[in-house]
């Protein structure tokens, strides 16, 4: 069965160095979003990516933030300066048709 | 704007008793509709959708949830619960479930009492 892959599982990084998280969508989608789960909350929205550029972000995906798809195949969400506050779990997810699938996630740790 | 309220953050039932998890909906155009459940340590795993067909929808697992419009509501059930059911449970809403974004409710954390 095909799946959204995400890499690293766990990535520790210091405030303020920059962090790629990466994303192998599924191979025949054609919409990519991040989102973003602070620890014991909800689910939230950063940024949907469609035909090589951002069709909506939240508020929450400020200039800090920047998503590629640099090859045709992975789709990356990258943070400048990282912040104590980005410490969460990254979920990337892909649809073709109407159903989103989502990855296992990236816990995000900044210390 | 679209939105989902998810009443009650913690659920607690008997193992073997229905599991009943609330979600209403908020939304200009009709709308798609989602329960994800997401294990410890875990990814969201889709349990079931709405997409206007059947109001009554199967998911997997046990799972069923009915799509009322009059009370806006999709709420989750399960006849007899099961510990592995122990999770968190999310209701979703979007557009069109393709190119739109998901909004999520804030989760409600299910119990199973042995």
């Known amino acids: 069965e095909p799946e959204v892959t995400q890499t690293p599982s766990h990535q520790v990084t210091q405030m303020g160095q920059e962090v790629i998280l990466r994303c192998v969508p599924i191979s025949n989608h054609l919409y990519f979003y991040w989102y973003r789960q602070i620890l014991g909350q909800k689910v939230e929205f950063l940024v949907s990516f469609y035909n090589n550029e951002i069709s909506e972000k939240s508020e929450i995906f400020d200039d800090q933030f920047s998503v590629e798809r640099p090859d045709g195949s992975n789709f990356t969400l990258k943070i400048r300066s990282t912040k104590l506050e980005d410490s969460a779990m990254y979920f990337c997810a892909s649809s073709g048709t109407n159903e989103a699938f989502f990855g296992q996630g990236t816990r995000l740790t900044v210390v | 704007a679209q939105s989902v309220t998810q009443l009650g953050s913690h659920v607690s039932v008997s193992e073997g008793a229905l599991v009943l998890l609330r979600c209403n909906y908020s939304?200009?155009?009709?709308?798609?509709l989602f329960w994800y459940v997401q294990y410890p340590n875990q990814g969201l795993q889709l349990l079931l959708k709405y997409t206007s067909a059947a109001t009554l929808v199967k998911g997997i697992n046990g799972f069923e949830a009915e799509f009322k419009k009059s009370e806006t509501s999709f709420h989750l059930t399960k006849p007899s619960a099961h510990m592995s059911d122990a999770a968190e449970y999310f209701c979703a809403v979007s557009d069109s479930g393709r190119d739109d974004k998901i909004i999520f409710g804030k989760g409600t954390r299910l119990h199973i009492l042995p």
């Open positions: 939304s200009s155009v009709p709308p798609y």
